[in-house]
C-alpha cells in the first residue's frame, strides 16, 4: 500500500478528511521549506503538496506565481527540491509528499531519471500540469513502476469519457479543480462542485480530492462535507508573504490549525 493510499484508508477509518496544504518550495527563501514542511504536519495536515518552482507556471494566479519568483531568485529547481524532500524523510516517514509542478523541469531531467530519484528521496505521488493525460501513458507506467502516484487533475469541463480515461491512469487520488481559473480564484461554487464531486465518485473509487479557491475555514469544512481532501494553496502562501522570518512557522501553524479544526467540525 502507498503512502498515500495508507493516509486515506486511516482517514476513512477515522471518519476524517485529508488537509492538503500547498507550498512552493524554496519560497521564501530554501532555508525555511522543510521546517515549514515539519510545521505543517504537527499542525494536523494529512499530506503535503509541495510545488516544483518553474518559470512559466501557467496555472498559478498571481499569489503562486511570485512565491515562484521568489524561489527561483534562490536558484531553487527540481534537484534542489528533491533534496529537500530527502531531507524532510530523515525524520518524517509517514507523510505522503505529492511533487506538483510541470513537465519542463522533469523533460530536462529526463523522465525516468526524475523518476528514479523522486522515489528515492521520497516522494509519494507526482502531479504534472502539462501532460495531457492522453499523452502520458509512458510517464505514467515510468512513475508506477517507481512506486509513485500519478495524481492527475478533473476539471468543471472533463466530461465523463474523459473522467473515464483519467481515473484509469491515475492512483492514490483524483485532484478535482473546482472552478475555471487558475490558482488563488475566488467563488468556488460548493453545490456546483458537490454535483461534481458525486459524478466522479460514481466512476472511481479513489479518493477526491478539491482544490482552488478555498480560502477560509468556513469554505474548508464545506468542501470537506463533500470531498475526501481540501487542498490549500493561495492562502498558504499569503500566510508565508506576510509572515516575518521569526514568526513564519507559527502563522503557518496557526492557520493550519484553523484549517484542521473546520474540516474536522465538517459534518459527513
Ligand atoms: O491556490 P488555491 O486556489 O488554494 O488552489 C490550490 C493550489 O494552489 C495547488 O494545488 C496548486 C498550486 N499550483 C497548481 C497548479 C495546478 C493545479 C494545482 C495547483
Not at 519560497?27 to 521546517?35: E, R
Not at 499542525?43 to 510545488?51: N, Y
Not at 527540481?78 to 511533487?99: G, H
Not at 468543471?156 to 481515473?167: E, F, G, K, L
Request: proline share 5%; aromatic share 4%; glycine share 6%.
Amino acid at each position: 500500500m502507498s503512502r498515500i493510499q495508507a493516509t486515506f484508508a486511516t482517514l476513512k477509518s477515522q471518519g476524517k478528511k485529508a488537509l492538503i496544504p500547498y507550498i512552493t518550495a524554496g519560497d521564501p527563501h530554501p532555508k525555511h521549506t522543510v521546517a515549514l514542511m515539519h510545521a505543517l504536519v504537527q499542525a494536523g495536515s494529512d499530506i503535503i503538496e509541495l510545488g516544483v518552482p518553474f518559470s512559466d507556471p501557467m496555472a498559478d494566479g498571481p499569489v503562486i506565481q511570485c512565491a515562484t519568483e521568489r524561489a527561483l531568485a534562490h536558484k531553487v529547481g527540481l534537484i534542489n527540491v528533491l533534496e529537500m524532500v530527502r531531507e524532510f524523510r530523515r525524520v518524517d516517514d509517514r507523510t505522503p509528499v505529492v511533487l506538483m509542478g510541470y513537465a519542463n523541469p522533469i523533460e530536462a531531467m529526463g523522465q525516468a531519471k526524475f523518476a528514479e530519484r523522486a522515489c528515492a528521496a521520497g516522494v509519494d505521488g507526482v502531479l504534472t500540469v502539462d501532460y495531457p493525460p492522453e499523452e502520458c501513458q509512458d510517464f505514467v507506467q515510468l512513475l508506477k513502476s517507481q512506486q509513485l502516484d500519478p495524481i492527475f487533475l478533473l476539471s468543471p469541463t472533463s466530461d465523463s469519457s474523459r473522467v473515464d480515461m483519467i481515473v484509469h491512469q491515475a492512483a492514490g487520488f483524483v485532484y478535482y479543480v473546482s472552478l475555471k481559473g487558475v490558482t488563488g480564484s475566488q467563488n468556488i461554487d460548493i453545490a456546483e462542485v458537490g454535483t461534481r464531486v458525486k459524478a466522479i465518485r460514481s466512476r472511481t473509487d479513489l479518493p477526491v480530492g478539491v482544490g482552488f479557491g478555498v480560502r477560509d475555514a468556513a469554505t474548508a469544512k464545506a468542501v470537506a462535507e463533500i470531498a475526501d481532501a481540501v487542498v490549500i494553496g493561495s492562502r498558504m502562501i499569503q500566510e508565508i508573504e506576510n509572515s516575518s522570518e521569526d514568526a513564519l512557522l507559527s502563522n503557518v501553524a496557526a492557520l493550519t490549525q484553523s484549517m484542521r479544526t473546520a474540516i474536522d467540525d465538517a459534518k459527513t
